[in-house]
């Protein structure tokens, strides 16, 4: 693997063509990964600078100017924690006096329906991995999924001790897990998330945007942070400093230095990254041993085969496939996070006589679980050698951005999107462009080459990067969507081909 920089964990971030990327890696091995599509339309929990356009007081309620498509619906029935979700003691809540052309501040707690526009509050809420934090509703609750009696009124009693007089917490389930410290880092974070809002408000126009939950950076951060990270890692400077204003929002002893990969390549690519995401879409996993893991999704559960492979074992039998078990145990536990697979996972690891290493075995793979924020609970080996452990999935699954059904094989397999394949290809153009390619033939699927066309924020980009350099694409019908062939500097431009 080359370029890597080795640490304890390090967080890799970078954006373009109208995706965020966030990668995070534990001794140069690729641990978690997001991939989402910057969304520009109306989220819940967006918090805009709005205007009061009208007022209904016999209705308690009033339509707001958010810069959206459609005024926005403000009413008596305020958003407040859902009841079914949380136990706490319910506040009042009186509907503001307010009169057309008053600025207020208002969140998104529904997305527009027809013709209707979204439903705001003006009581703001801001959601943590532990917590949620209401700047101005006095209100305690905890997740109902917390069932221990003792375990829910000390983080109760947590949460009333940190927080300020007029100001609400909720207790989400991932507190349960969690170090008092860091519930208190969160909740000093989100606090201060809302204070630079406040302030940003004052001098912000009418239907500016002032928070978004959607940032995969705040979300990673959010999570992240506090746990054992070494340095951030971004790809452009506007990454960088916008990471910066962020950390200055957390308490100075987990704060993070951010350094700037500015080389003219994709960072991804330039260190290895972006290929061992690539192997995400593969059901088999090589071990560092010569052996492997093979994973299997049906409908039901997934299923994980051991082998040996190449490894033979310096000693005997039974400790070449301990041995190999242990290193499978890890890579099972990195797997499954890493593609978020969830529900009923079975494992079959090689058979072993020894009961000791049988045991051994099952600690090793629950002692590498423990490190995931997920839920996971493992059974003991069975008489056949099986383990069964179950996870609960956590947010959408990364392959669901990258691969899809595969029309060349029925949809007994996958191949790339062609979003994916095309944010390669870029990456491909900018080493070609690095190393000083004065002209570029792309030989690609047809499909594919209409989706590049289509793609104008990609255009741009690879346009922007291309100066004085003239990229010509040619469409071949029976070309596979993954093949594309690059021509450097000198080639026949044939008829049909596209100048982008």
């Not at 690729?30 to 918090?47: D, I, L, P």
């Not at 009061?52 to 339509?63: D, K, R, W």
């Not at 079959?348 to 051994?360: E, Q, T, Y």
Request: hydrophobic share 35%; net charge negative.
């Amino acid at each position: 693997m080359r370029g890597f920089i080795l640490g304890k964990k390090t967080i890799y971030f970078d954006s373009y063509c109208g995706y965020t990327i966030a990668v995070i890696c534990e001794n140069g091995k690729v641990t978690e990964f997001n991939f989402q599509k910057q969304q520009k339309s109306c989220s819940v929990g967006n918090v805009y600078k709005g205007r009061v356009e009208s007022v209904l007081n016999g209705m308690q309620a009033a339509f707001i100017n958010c810069g959206l498509e459609r005024n926005c619906y403000l009413s008596a029935e305020d958003f407040t924690p859902d009841s079914e979700k949380y136990d706490g003691s319910n506040t009042e809540y009186t509907f503001p006096e307010l009169k057309e052309g008053d600025e207020i501040i208002v969140q998104v707690a529904k997305l527009p329906v027809g013709k209707k526009g979204a439903k705001v509050t003006t009581r703001l809420s801001f959601v943590g991995n532990y917590l949620i934090y209401l700047p101005d509703n006095p209100f305690i609750g905890v997740s109902r999924k917390i069932d221990d009696e003792e375990l829910r009124a000390n983080l109760a009693n947590t949460a009333k001790r940190i927080k300020d007089e007029n100001e609400g917490l909720v207790v989400r389930t991932a507190a349960s897990y969690a170090r008092q410290d860091s519930i208190a880092q969160e909740y000093s974070f989100l606090k201060k998330l809302y204070e630079e809002l406040s302030e940003k408000s004052k001098t912000a126009e009418v239907g500016q945007l002032l928070f978004t939950d959607d940032f995969l950076t705040v979300q990673v951060l959010r999570d992240v942070l506090s746990r054992d990270v070494d340095k951030i890692i971004v790809g452009s400077e506007d990454l960088k400093s916008h990471i910066e204003r962020l950390m200055e929002l957390y308490p100075s002893e987990t704060r993070r230095p951010v350094v700037l990969h500015d080389t003219g390549r994709d960072m991804l690519d330039e260190l290895g990254i972006s290929q061992q995401i690539f192997a995400i879409a593969s059901p088999r996993v090589d071990l560092e041993n010569g052996g492997y893991i093979v994973i299997e999704k049906t409908e039901a559960l997934t299923v994980i085969d051991v082998n040996t492979g190449k490894f033979t074992g310096d000693y005997n039998l039974e400790q070449t496939v301990y041995h190999t078990n242990l290193l499978a145990a890890a890579e099972i536990a990195r797997q499954v996070k890493l593609r978020n697979i969830g529900g009923i996972v079975v494992v079959d690891f090689i058979d072993m006589n020894s009961v000791s290493h049988n045991r051994a075995l099952v600690e090793e793979l629950e002692r590498h679980l423990k490190t995931d924020k997920a839920k996971c609970t493992v059974s003991p080996m069975s008489q056949f050698g099986l383990v069964e452990f179950t996870r609960k999935r956590i947010g959408a699954t990364p392959l669901n951005s990258m691969v899809k059904p595969c029309k060349y094989c029925n949809d007994s397999g996958y191949t790339m999107t062609h979003e994916y394949i095309l944010l390669g290809l870029r990456a491909k153009l900018l080493n070609a462009l690095v190393g000083g390619a004065t002209a570029i033939r792309l030989d690609m699927n047809n499909e594919v080459l209409n989706k590049l066309l289509s793609w104008q924020v990609l255009l741009n980009d690879v346009k922007a990067h291309a100066k004085g350099v003239e990229i010509y694409a040619v469409p071949h019908r029976t070309y596979h969507e993954e093949q594309i062939n690059i021509h450097l500097d000198k080639f026949d431009i044939p008829p049909d081909a596209v100048k982008l």
